[in-house]
């Protein structure tokens, strides 16, 4: 598939999403489009039915969170320039409600200044992806944040990556099947940072989510932990990348053509 290019808006019907007629019992992942130019919501919902999911569509930020309250999608496709409530507000009004706070979110949007993108995972996106975009690696993406727990599962205290393997009630991690003699702030470090692939942390988030006995040296020494820990990661060391000006990340998986999911 090509690329997709915004394009400008048309007047043109609005694009009705089909509704799931099967009878088998595999239930259907539902997706919350919220985007307010119209040929591009129709483009993705057509895409994404063929894909077999079953496709909701919102054409500004209010709609968008009411429909995401009424019918608790299992994923959100969302603009961050439309109207009535921009994207980032809906995110964080997602974020703050019990009934959608562990909803999977991607941002889609024209936005590509780096810090555009820190800002959308700070309020508590998923995943990034800039217009224009590759069709085929967008559905790689909300493939790949779907196969991802979610925060309330039960297995919530597990988490796994490209051969990383993190067990928080038995405090145990390994790599590749071999297990890593981690220090406890080195497995509060890796277990935030392999739990959302992708999402760049600060130097700030990672020693609040990583606070421990030793808290304090942790505030004066987070690089050293993390060079510690990449040394112990061995061979998997490349998946904890260093963002500049920000802070530190888990590399998200790539696929053969070398997009990542």
């Known amino acids: 598939m090509g690329t997709i290019l915004d394009a400008p808006p048309r007047l043109r019907p609005t694009y009705t999403p089909r509704r799931a007629t099967g009878t088998g019992s595999m239930k259907k992942h539902t997706i919350l489009v919220v985007e307010d130019e119209r040929q591009m919501a129709e483009l993705l919902a057509k895409n994404l039915e063929r894909e077999g999911f079953e496709i909701l569509v919102s054409h500004d930020g209010q709609d968008g969170i009411r429909r995401a309250q009424r019918s608790l999608p299992d994923l959100v496709v969302l603009d961050l320039m439309i109207p009535v409530v921009d994207g980032l507000q809906v995110c964080q009004q997602l974020r703050n409600d019990p009934r959608t706070q562990n909803m999977r979110i991607l941002m889609l949007t024209a936005r590509s200044e780096e810090i555009d993108e820190i800002v959308g995972f700070n309020m508590g996106a998923d995943d990034y992806v800039t ?23 039960t297995n919530s205290d597990k988490a796994s990556s ?36 992708g999402r760049p942390f600060t130097r700030n988030e990672l020693m609040d989510t990583s606070r421990g006995e030793d808290a304090n040296a942790l505030e004066r020494t987070i690089d050293v932990h993390i060079r510690s820990l990449r040394q112990k990661l061995g061979e998997k060391s490349y998946l904890v990348e260093t963002v500049r000006g920000v802070g530190y990340r888990f590399r998200p998986e790539r696929h053969e053509d070398g997009e990542p999911e």
């Open 131 to 153: 217009k224009p975009f590759k069709l085929k690696a967008l559905v790689h993406r909300i493939k790949a944040l779907l196969r991802r727990p979610s925060l309330d599962s």
């Open 162 to 197: 490209q051969g990383i393997e993190i067990d928080r009630v038995q405090h145990v991690a390994s790599a590749d099947g071999e297990e890593l003699p981690l220090t406890p702030t080195e497995f509060r470090l890796l277990w935030t940072l392999c739990r959302q692939p």
